[in-house]
T-cell receptor, first 113, second 112 residues
Framework: QKEVEQNSGPLSVPEGAIASLNCTYSDRGSQSFFWYRQYSGKSPELIMFIYSNGDKEDGRFTAQLNKASQYVSLLIRDSQPSDSATYLCAVNRSGGGADGLTFGKGTHLIIQP | EPEVTQTPSHQVTQMGQEVILRCVPISNHLYFYWYRQILGQKVEFLVSFYNNEISEKSEIFDDQFSVERPDGSNFTLKIRSTKLEDSAMYFC??????????FGDGTRLSIL
């Protein structure tokens, strides 16, 4: 059974601070890791993806992957009120192809002005 | 920026009726997916589709469900005899080879 675990929160962070979101996964065959943002009542929106161990930065976002620990994280620097949303961690066994994503339940992030 | 489009945005159906949810994937994408999200729960994979056939399906995707690509642009999910527990948001997604999946805005399905 593939599982993706996230702390559901809410995680409350002051505006301008760094928000740190974490995720663990059970399937050691997982190769691709994604962070999606979901506003209430909306669809998942891709924020970051990472395939290799280490860090990947894109603007204010940094994804971190540690396959040995089966751990993925997302850092959001200079947090803005518009970053308030639920962040979904998702994994699959391939970077491409027709492999379905396994999602966590999401972490509800609140950025306090 | 190209996007996945889904219709209708909200579908209300009587229990036991058939429903078809429609999706237009991003035009150059090869892989298509359906997911559902029951209110307050996580997003769940239903099925993936490539080269006019199902590639992978989850335990949720039982004989009540079917998918089809009736023409070069549309991708549909049919639920044959809807149950109350089918009420959920249904998301279509598409991807190119070795690229992340992009999601449509979803169809809210309400079964009465």
């Amino acid at each position: 059974q593939k599982e993706v675990e996230q702390n559901s929160g809410p995680l409350s962070v002051p505006e301008g601070a760094i928000a740190s979101l974490n995720c663990t996964y059970s399937d050691r065959g997982s190769q691709s890791f994604f962070w999606y943002r979901q506003y209430s009542g909306k669809s998942p929106e891709l924020i970051m993806f990472i395939y290799s161990n280490g860090d990947k930065e894109d603007g204010r976002f940094t994804a971190q992957l540690n396959k040995a620990s089966q751990y993925v994280s997302l850092l959001i620097r200079d947090s803005q009120p518009s970053d308030s949303a639920t962040y979904l961690c998702a994994v699959n066994r391939s970077g491409g192809g027709a492999d379905g994503l396994t999602f966590g339940k999401g972490t509800h992030l609140i950025i306090q002005p | 920026e190209p996007e996945v489009t889904q219709t209708p945005s909200h579908q209300v159906t009587q229990m036991g009726q058939e429903v078809i949810l429609r999706c237009v994937p991003i035009s150059n994408h090869l892989y298509f997916y359906w997911y559902r999200q029951i209110l307050g729960q996580k997003v769940e994979f239903l099925v993936s589709f490539y080269n006019n056939e199902i590639s992978e399906k989850s335990e949720i995707f039982d004989d009540q469900f079917s998918v089809e690509r009736p023409d070069g642009s549309n991708f549909t999910l049919k639920i044959r005899s809807t149950k109350l527990e089918d009420s959920a948001m249904y998301f279509c997604a598409s991807s190119d080879w070795d690229q992340p999946q992009h999601f449509g805005d979803g169809t809210r399905l309400s079964i009465l």
